[in-house]
């Protein structure tokens, strides 16, 4: 099973931060965060991960708590095209370990 | 460019006609998965390939089988499929010293 909760579903506007929420309260020390985003029909694509600090790439940043029971996903300026299935994922490193999808969050950005 | 490429995008078959999925990378990765997506669900993984080591999961149905010829192909073979087998086939790939999974585009499998 996943080891991560978040909202089913969640709105945001265009041009707007999108705070994506995701609590991983089970995790263990060896196990990294990392976020999915599924758009309709297409297959899951890679956004970012992290292990304990903070990151940020091109597509979003990572802001993880610091006893890394949960993290947040903010797109910094959402568009009409960031509206997607978000998914939060804990893993090991290395590789083996696997992908477990849970439910996700569904992000609508509206105009 | 596709990285990871799927093979067809769509494809029907009859109940209980063998049917082959592919996928292809270029990436020249040596994991390489699949899951199966159910409407409305999240992707569910089936097996991968560690190199030419094959990864079962447990609760995969003896009726999915796959192949893995070179570093490049991987086959998804579904021996006889039901109409609960309907769903988007995912194939991905990962370099194994790195933690990033690519996904193709996805095949929709339709059971008639």
């Known amino acids: 099973d996943a080891k991560t909760t978040q909202p089913p579903s969640m709105d945001c506007a265009e041009g707007r931060a999108a705070n994506l929420p995701c609590n991983h309260s089970?995790?263990?020390?060896?196990?990294?965060v990392y976020w999915y985003r599924q758009i309709h029909s297409q297959g899951p694509q890679y956004i970012i991960h992290?292990?304990?600090n903070n990151e940020t790439n091109e597509m979003a940043s990572l802001i993880i708590t610091e006893d890394r029971k949960s993290s947040t996903l903010i797109l910094p300026h959402a568009t009409l095209r960031d509206t997607a299935v978000y998914y939060c994922i804990v893993r090991v490193g290395g590789s083996q370990g696997n992908l477990i999808f849970g439910k996700g969050t569904k992000l609508s950005v509206k105009p | 460019d596709a990285m990871v490429i799927q093979n067809p995008r769509y494809q029907v078959t009859q109940f209980g006609k063998p049917v082959t999925l592919s996928c292809s990378q270029t990436l020249n990765h040596n994991v390489m998965y699949w899951y199966q997506q159910k409407s409305s669900q999240a992707p569910k993984l089936l097996f991968h390939y560690y190199d030419k080591d094959f990864n079962n999961e447990a609760d995969t149905p003896d009726n999915f089988q796959s192949r893995r010829p070179n570093t490049s192909f991987c086959f998804l073979d579904i021996r006889s499929p039901g109409l609960g087998d309907a769903a988007m086939y995912l194939c991905?790939?990962?370099?194994?010293?790195?933690?990033?999974?690519?996904f193709g585009a996805g095949t929709r499998l339709s059971v008639l």
């Open positions: 992290g292990l304990k």
């Open positions: 991905a790939s990962q370099v194994g010293t790195k933690n990033i999974q690519y």
């Open positions: 089970t995790i263990s020390g060896n196990e990294y």
